[in-house]
């Protein structure tokens, strides 16, 4: 690590200066480790709201109305620093990334934040706040953040998905270092296939995206920052273990191959092969699993060009359904009802982005990645084969208009997304094209307004134009009272029969009544963020967001208990979301965070319009945490509370296998305990502390193959409670 | 009897944790950084600060768990002198640059970014 370039700055609080008004100060910020220039990072006069961004070469210039100045210089996953200016010489400064601080040097930042210089909403999860949930992929990340709802899909897949606003997470866009990720033929098991060891920042956006990356963010914004090849860490060794018999190793190791170079390598085991079937209905609550993962990268830094090129491998296979299914067995042949689904996965990647020494606001990049994915299995006699390849390309280009108060992005993309399934008899093709061409323009000025205004027009070969215009706008009341407001319209191509295996493990019908088209929604929706700093400084969050679809591909499970019927919207449907969060500062290590959600979804499902099935219309959200200094002791707590869903119609069953028309409201516990050391963590912990299941989660259990079976009733957690334990090991880079 | 074995017991408690502090080589705020951090995790050491000004590593700690001369050794180990005992020269080498001696520059300011105090 370099410690030299942070030191460069208290020189300059010693420096002399000479008093005046109004005076311009020039300067450049890079980061610690590498020296790249840090693009948009905030300048900001302490207690003023006066501030500038950086440039897309790290520069910046900034009018102060006197000096000596305090100047806050901060930045997304780096750590917020104050220097003392005295003069207007050049600035050269540096910040440290924030995951530099974990179970080292460094201070005791707050895990989370709310991103201060965007327009959009947009809350970062660093690494500490991922270490609070020890398991095991991305499903666990949110499970201590109160803005993402994580639910299973059914009672034998083990799948998890997310929910944002109240609507399903596939209407979130998921990326993994703004290409897309969670996706197309993973979208369903996807969280699964990132490892929470490879996290090293999550962005969560709410609300309508960022035209830049695609039409897809229709409810919001994911990015996964996974480690970075400059890394302070260079050795990062984790094993876990639970009490379902879950074990998991990984490994990560990042390093420099000479003087612009460097590479990090990432590896993933995880394996389950003990039978769980804690409620007794002869089914086991989650499928066996093993899984590899790897991922590799090479960057390269050099004075004009920064690239990268990586590749990721993954294979998961899972193997579950009735008690005595495992990997050996094939589904067709076996008595049991078995649950199969394999996925394999190879990805190409590459970033190369090109800098202009002369005219360092100005940038050139291109993000690309070569997908090709494959699921193969299925549940009871229902056997299922998807084969998918993808080709994304973002080219993006950026520039001023005279000053860097108003910056532009434009450019073109390219989708090519090729689905080839099978289920049952029946085949899905699906090729699709889509050339796009976008233009964005921020106005980030030094006033209390900025804006950035949007527009993306793509070319669907199937489906037509779409054109996705987004507006966000932030204004800064006071320096602690921040407004934010955005509007904008989205899409997506659904993909009928992975979205609906969390209902077709069943005995439903598939019912696929027509073809289905592009889902089209807006979404506009506003914010307040009020903060109160000093020692008792709490921060209090309110966000409100509506989300309407002009079109909706609706999976009906209302109309009949035998049959599951696929449609696109008739009617209205639409999603309103209010969130309160405040979160509270007692002192440097107790910090407590609460939070209240009220969701109002409806759909027009069988020609009327009602709740949308499996969600909360309240929820409650507590969140303690404790740590002594550098993490010795750290203890992490969170209760959640959800109120009644509906569940879908079963009336039409005999009396036995109707069930309620809603489900009991319940508490969910989380709890872990971790111990630091010199050169890592030992944890353990409790997910679901109290042991809350769903009563009786499968209809007829019993007669899997009969026509009554539904696993797919599921509101709340069916396998209960785990116990976890493991350790971190993590070994620091040299320092240059 | 008992009465007496109690007392001596709560004195005892109150007794096994003790104050030392140790003239050490440090420059920075990234040496304070550095001794903190690494101390915190030895064995018996309850809290650490390091006075920049006054050039002071002061450790309270376990009597029971450790005594001064253990704490002296582990600071020579990662870089710095504590009283009379020298820095290992291999672990002063790895230091950052900045916390070397004689690359002395004035870090004051940059106290008030520690722990937000």
Same mark, same amino acid.
């Given at each position: 690590m370099?410690f030299k370039?942070?030191i460069g ?14 005076q311009?100060?020039? #300067? ?5 480790n $590498?020296?790249?220039p840090?693009? $948009?990072?905030?300048v900001?006069?302490?207690?003023s709201?006066k501030g500038?961004v950086?440039?897309v070469?790290g520069?910046f210039?900034?009018t ?6 305090d ?9 917020? +620093?104050?220097?003392?200016?005295t003069n207007?010489?050049?600035?050269n400064?540096?910040?440290k990334?924030?995951?530099e601080?974990? &179970?080292? *040097?460094v201070?005791q ?7 201060p210089?965007?327009?959009?909403l947009?809350?970062v ?6 270490e609070?949930?020890?398991c095991?992929?991305?499903s666990?990340s ?8 994580v ?5 034998v897949?083990? #799948? ?15 990326n993994r ?17 990132i490892?929470?060891t490879?996290?090293?920042s999550i962005?969560?956006?709410? $609300?309508?995206g ?15 920052e996974?480690?970075?090849?400059i ?12 009490s ?12 420099k191959?000479?003087?612009?170079w ?18 007794e209905?002869?089914f ?6 093993? !899984?590899?993962?790897?991922?590799n ?5 050099g004075?004009?060009v920064i690239s990268q090129l &990586? ?9 579950? #359904? !009735? ?7 094939d589904l067709?042949?076996a ?13 190409l990647?590459g970033?190369i ?14 993000v690309?990645s ?14 299922y ?16 208009i005279?000053?860097s108060?108003h910056?532009y992005?434009?450019g ?14 029946? /085949?899905?093709?699906?090729?699709? *094209? ?8 921020s106005y980030?000025g030094?006033?209390d307004?900025s804006?950035v205004?949007g527009?993306? /027009?793509?070319e669907?070969?199937l489906y ?7 507006l966000h706008?932030?204004?800064d ?7 934010r407001?955005a ?22 019908e598939? /019912?696929?009544e ?12 506003g ?6 700093k ?6 209090v *969050? ?20 035998? !049959?599951?019927?696929i449609y696109n919207?008739? #009617?209205?449907?639409y999603?309103?979301?209010f ?16 939070a209240f959600k009220?969701?109002?979804v ?8 009602? +709740? ?6 309240n929820?409650?959200?507590l969140?303690a945490?404790y740590?002594t200094?550098?993490e010795? %002791? ?7 509370w959800?109120?009644?869903k509906?569940i879908p ?7 036995q296998?109707?069930?309620p ?10 709890? !872990?305990i971790?111990?630091?050391f010199?050169?890592?963590?030992v944890?353990v912990?409790?997910e679901?502390?109290f ?8 209809v007829?259990?019993e007669n899997p ?7 797919g009733?599921? %509101?709340?957690? *069916? ?17 240059e | ?12 408690a109150q ?7 140790f003239k050490?080589?440090?420059v920075c ?12 995790f030895?064995?018996?050491?309850k ?5 920049l ?5 002061e ?23 504590a009283?009379e005992?020298?820095?290992d020269?291999?672990?002063y080498?790895?230091l950052?640059?900045c916390?070397?001696?004689?690359d ?10 520690d722990d937000?105090?």
């Open positions: 370099n370039s942070i700055l208290p020189i300059l609080c010693f420096m002399l200066g000479h008093s005046a008004s109004s311009t100060l020039e #300067g450049k910020v890079i980061a610690t $590498g020296a790249e840090l693009v $948009g990072a905030t900001r006069q302490l207690g709201i500038t950086t440039d070469a520069n210039t900034l102060v109305d006197r000096l000596p100045v100047l806050v210089i901060s930045f997304v996953s780096f750590q917020p +620093d104050t220097i003392t200016v207007n010489s050049f600035l400064l540096s910040l990334e924030a995951v601080i974990i &179970g080292e *040097v201070i930042s707050n895990s989370t934040f709310f991103d210089l965007q327009p959009i947009s809350e999860l660093t690494e500490k706040e991922l609070k949930a020890a095991c992929n991305l666990e949110f499970e201590t953040n109160a803005s993402i709802d639910s299973f899909t059914d009672a897949s083990g #799948g998890k998905i997310i929910k944002v606003l109240g609507l399903d997470g596939k209407y979130v866009q998921i270092e703004n290409l897309p990720n969670i996706r197309g033929l993973i979208s369903r098991y996807g969280l699964g296939f490892p929470g490879w996290l090293q962005d969560v956006g709410k $609300g309508i960022s035209v830049v990356s695609g039409y897809e963010s229709m409810t919001g914004q994911i990015n996964l996974i480690k970075k090849p890394s302070n860490e260079a050795i990062y060794f984790n094993a876990y273990a639970n379902f018999g879950r074990t998991e190793l990984n490994f990560n190791r990042a390093f191959i000479g003087e612009k460097s590479t990090a390598f990432l590896l993933h085991a995880d394996y389950l092969s003990s039978t769980i079937d804690r409620n209905d002869g086991q609550d989650l499928p066996k699993t093993r !899984q590899l993962n790897f991922l990268r090479y960057a390269y830094n004075d004009r &990586g590749i990721h491998l993954m294979i998961d296979e899972k193997a579950g #359904g !009735q008690n005595g299914f495992g990997f050996g067995d067709l042949t008595n049991a009802y078995g649950f199969r689904n394999d996925t394999k996965r190879a990805e990647f970033k982005f090109l800098t202009f020494p002369d005219k360092p606001y100005k940038g050139l990049g291109l690309y070569l997908v090709t994915q494959e699921v193969a299995g299925g549940f009871g006699r229902n056997i084969r998807g084969e998918e390849q993808s080709i994304y390309g973002n080219f993006i280009y950026s520039n001023i005279s000053t108060f910056q992005k434009l073109t993309s390219l989708l090519v997304d090729d689905f080839d399934e099978v289920y049952k008899d029946s /085949v899905f093709q699906r090729k699709e *094209v889509v050339p796009g061409a976008f233009f964005e323009y980030l030094a006033s307004l804006f205004v527009g993306r /027009v793509d669907h070969n037509g134009t779409f054109f996705s215009p987004r706008a932030k204004y009341f006071h320096k602690d009272l921040t407004f407001a509007a904008g319209r989205g899409y997506r191509v659904p993909n009928a029969i992975i979205e609906s295996y969390q209902a077709l493990i069943s005995s439903r598939l /019912v696929v027509e073809a289905p088209l592009p889902e089209v929604s807006w979404n506009a929706g914010s307040v963020l009020f903060n109160i000093g020692k008792d400084g709490y921060q *969050v309110a966000d409100y967001f509506y989300t309407t679809f002009e079109n909706q591909l609706i999976f009906d499970r209302d109309r009949s208990s035998n !049959q599951l019927a919207l008739e #009617g209205r449907s999603a309103n979301s969130q309160i969060e405040v979160s509270k500062r007692f002192s440097e290590a107790f910090n407590v965070k609460g009220y969701y109002d409806k759909r027009t499902i069988n020609g009327r319009l009602r +709740d949308a099935p499996f969600i909360s219309k929820r409650l959200f969140n945490s740590a200094r550098f010795k %002791w750290k203890i992490d707590g969170t209760i959640q959800f109120s009644k509906r119609d079963t009336q039409d069953n005999i009396e296998f109707r069930r028309g809603f489900s009991d409201p319940y508490t969910l516990v989380n709890f !872990q971790s111990r630091g010199r050169k890592g963590s944890y912990g409790s679901n502390l042991d809350f299941r769903q009563d009786n989660p499968i007829d259990a193959f009969g026509n009554n079976f539904d696993s009733l599921v %509101w709340g957690p *069916v396998a209960g409670r785990v116990i976890y334990v493991g350790f971190r090991y993590k070994i620091k880079a040299k320092h | 009897m008992i009465a007496l074995l109690t007392v001596s017991f709560s004195v005892s007794k096994n944790e003790k104050k030392v502090a050490s080589s440090v705020f990234m040496c304070k950084r550095t001794i903190e951090y690494d101390l915190t030895e064995k018996g050491v809290s650490v600060n390091v006075d000004e006054k050039k002071l590593v450790v309270l700690y376990n009597t029971k768990k450790t005594n001064p001369e253990e704490l002296k050794k582990r600071l020579t180990q990662i870089g710095y002198s009283d005992l020298v820095a020269p291999k672990a080498e790895n950052p640059g916390c070397k001696i004689g002395e520059v004035p870090h004051k300011n940059f106290e008030e970014l937000h105090k």
